[in-house]
């Protein structure tokens, strides 16, 4: 079974930094494209960076370009989104999908990032 779990998350200060992790399993890790999703209060999920099945390419939202930076380890199945200068508008929880680049079809459980003074 496909199973996607994130890791990482919690309160941090404006101006901080936080590193979420993403462990796959139940599937050919390699093969696939991933991404990283966020759901802010009272908002749609938005895309927040992509990486393709080699990391050969990323891409990222407008608002956290130059912030965070998403890579992965196909050795090691998992996908990491670094997030640096975090601001109060980054918080959301954060997931983790299988697939990016049209509508992923897995999703992680989800893991809440809190940027608070």
Same mark, same amino acid.
């Given at each position: 079974?496909?199973?996607?779990?994130?890791?990482?998350g919690g309160l941090v200060?404006?101006?901080?930094?936080? !590193?979420?992790?993403?462990a796959a399993s139940g599937?050919?890790?390699? !093969?696939?494209?991933?991404?990283?999703?966020?759901?802010?209060?009272?908002?749609?999920?938005?895309?927040?960076?992509?990486?393709?099945?080699?990391?050969?390419?990323?891409?990222?939202?407008?608002?956290?370009?130059? !912030?965070?930076?998403?890579?992965?380890?196909?050795?090691?199945?998992?996908?990491?989104?670094?997030?640096?200068?975090?601001?109060?508008?980054?918080?959301?929880?954060?997931?983790?999908?299988?697939?990016?680049?049209?509508?992923?079809?897995y999703w992680g459980q989800?893991?809440?990032?809190?940027?608070?003074?």
């Amino acid at each position: 079974q496909v199973q996607l779990v994130e890791s990482g998350g919690g309160l941090v200060q404006p101006g901080g930094s936080l !590193r979420l992790s993403c462990a796959a399993s139940g599937f050919t890790f390699s !093969r696939y494209h991933m991404g990283w999703y966020r759901q802010a209060p009272g908002k749609e999920r938005e895309v927040v960076a992509r990486i393709t099945s080699t990391g050969g390419m990323t891409n990222y939202a407008d608002s956290v370009k130059g !912030r965070f930076t998403i890579s992965r380890d196909n050795a090691k199945n998992t996908v990491v989104l670094q997030m640096n200068s975090l601001k109060p508008e980054d918080t959301a929880v954060y997931y983790c999908t299988r697939g990016a680049w049209g509508l992923p079809d897995y999703w992680g459980q989800g893991t809440q990032v809190t940027v608070s003074s």
